[in-house]
């Protein structure tokens, strides 16, 4: 399956400031996805970023609060902007490929 | 996003024991089945997955068994283990498995000595 460096691991960030997390892929994929996991619940889409287009955007996501870049096919990053307690999470990336579906290993992001 | 509805939300298996985790989905467009653990601190791992031409897939202890007609779909952890316990989630998604998945809701499962 696919290898995906996913950084920062973690981080502490101050309510206000934002946090640029990056995806790195060992293969060149179409689509990439985000995915925030709040704590003990289950995955939810951000946005679809597709090489070379905007990036799509879920319901309940904008691209002022999560803008993402998708520079060339094999990198992404994903920013949470003006960042409040409420966006403490688990963020990850994944990419789909003929062997299947796989994720990062997450950003634990803690805001305080 | 179209849901899946996962069951039960938590799960407590003796050693050795059956584990079963049930999903149901709405979107019938969809055409590939995966499900993921998740042992905590770490991204979901792909386990195991189906395409609806199949009513059962194995793989090791675990099997998929699918039924189409009636839109659901089950995970069986054969003879579990200690180090199975995490949580699982089962999901949906169309083209083959390279559109987003829809997540089911999660079930976190403790397999007991």
């Known amino acids: 399956s696919a290898v995906i460096s996913q950084k920062p691991s973690r981080d502490i960030c101050q309510r206000g400031t934002s946090l640029t997390i990056q995806c790195q892929v060992d293969?060149?994929?179409?689509?990439m996805f985000w995915y925030r996991q709040q704590p003990g619940q289950s995955l939810t889409l951000i946005a679809t970023?597709?090489?070379?287009?905007?990036?799509?955007?879920e319901s309940g996501f904008v691209i002022d609060k999560f803008p993402i870049s998708r520079p060339n096919l094999t990198f992404s990053t994903l920013t949470v902007s003006n960042l409040s307690p409420e966006d403490s999470s688990i963020y990850l990336c994944?990419?789909?490929?003929?062997?299947?579906?796989?994720f990062g290993s997450g950003t634990r992001l803690t805001v305080v | 996003q179209q849901q899946v509805k996962q069951s039960p939300q938590s799960l407590i298996v003796q050693k050795g024991g059956i584990s079963i985790i049930n999903c149901a989905y709405e979107?019938?467009?969809?055409?590939?089945f995966p499900w993921y653990q998740q042992f905590p601190g770490k991204g979901p791992a792909l386990l195991i997955a189906?395409?609806?031409?199949?009513s059962e897939k194995k793989e090791g202890r675990f099997t998929i068994s699918f039924n189409k007609s009636a839109k659901q779909f089950s995970l069986h952890i054969m003879d579990s283990q200690p180090g199975d316990s995490a949580t699982y989630f089962c999901g949906g998604t169309s083209a083959g498995g390279y559109q987003k998945v829809t997540f089911g809701t999660g079930t976190k499962l403790q397999v007991i000595p």
């Open positions: 970023a597709n090489q070379g287009s905007e990036a799509t955007y």
């Open positions: 979107n019938t467009a969809f055409d590939y």
């Open positions: 293969s060149q994929v179409t689509m």
């Open positions: 189906i395409r609806p031409d199949v």
């Open positions: 994944s990419v789909a490929r003929q062997d299947g579906y796989t």
